[in-house]
């Protein structure tokens, strides 16, 4: 069975040609037009990834989001949005979207999206053995199967499969500051698309969870100018 994608939008002409796109692609269907149904499947029917319209009857698809993320911290949600408020496009990414497009928007690039987000998951590392999936760095433990980094002082932090992810590119090279664009790259896997402003809201989340002091941090490190670091 291919992997099973959510579509929310209460716009019957956009989730038919979400659907009609995503099943050419080899991907199982899930449809949903108000915010209460797009609840209710996203909990029964345990989709890979969710596209979520913002404007909803119902259920506004912030409150979708923020219910699905009290239980679900990992399945990919994209944020569908007509609106080109700032605000907007970041309280999504704050509240644990791990990417939004905005209408009218490019099949091509919201499929390609999809993809990425779907393989984020379902990639294994080739000979990965389970010591393996404790690190350390910075005096952080980074630990995959509970997806947790444990602090200095014994405490473990819950954290979103973006938030790990990125938590877990800079520890490869603690000290080394990696620019906004390579995170992109690197974490999101966007080489050519993507708002670099997710990158900024992730970091300031990670800090949020991290760092007593997020306004003056101790792990995560800023270069003005240049991009993040984490620290030695």
């Known amino acids: 069975m291919g992997k099973r994608v959510l579509v929310v939008?209460?716009?019957?002409?956009?989730?038919?040609?979400?659907?009609?796109?995503?099943?050419?692609?080899?991907?199982?269907?899930?449809c949903a037009y108000d915010g209460g149904e797009a609840l209710e499947k996203a909990r029964k029917e345990a989709p890979n990834?969710?596209?979520?319209?913002?404007?909803?009857?119902?259920?506004?698809?912030?409150?979708?989001?923020?219910?699905?993320?009290?239980?679900?911290?990992?399945?990919?949600?994209?944020?569908?949005?007509?609106?080109?408020?700032?605000?907007d496009k970041v309280l999504g990414?704050?509240?644990?979207?791990?990417?939004?497009?905005?209408?009218?928007?490019?099949?091509?690039?919201?499929?390609?999206?999809?993809?990425t987000n779907i393989r984020r998951m379902t990639v294994i590392e080739?000979?990965?053995?389970?010591?393996?999936?404790?690190?350390?760095a910075a005096g952080l433990v980074l630990d995959k199967d509970r997806m947790c980094v444990i602090k200095k002082n014994g405490e473990a932090?819950?954290?979103?499969?973006?938030?790990?992810?990125?938590?877990?590119?800079?520890?490869?090279?603690?000290?080394?500051?990696?620019?906004?664009?390579?995170?992109?790259?690197g974490v999101w896997n966007y080489d050519y698309y993507g708002d670099l402003r997710a990158v900024d809201v992730a970091v300031r989340r990670l800090r949020e969870k991290l760092e007593d002091d997020p306004a003056n941090p101790q792990y995560i490190m800023t270069k003005r100018g240049v991009g993040y670091y984490l620290a030695e």
């Open 157 to 185: 932090v819950e954290l979103t499969q973006r938030e790990y992810d990125l938590i877990k590119f800079m520890s490869a090279e603690a000290g080394r500051i990696c620019s906004r664009e390579e995170l992109m790259s």
């Open 126 to 136: 080739p000979g990965e053995e389970a010591a393996k999936n404790v690190t350390s």
């Open 9 to 30: 939008d209460d716009e019957s002409n956009i989730v038919d040609i979400l659907k009609f796109n995503l099943e050419r692609e080899g991907y199982e269907v899930l």
């Open 49 to 87: 990834l969710v596209l979520l319209d913002v404007m909803l009857p119902v259920m506004d698809g912030f409150t979708v989001l923020e219910e699905i993320r009290k239980t679900d911290k990992l399945t990919p949600v994209i944020m569908l949005t007509a609106r080109e408020e700032e605000r």
């Open 93 to 115: 990414l704050e509240i644990g979207a791990d990417d939004y497009i905005v209408k009218p928007f490019s099949v091509r690039e919201l499929m390609a999206r999809v993809k």
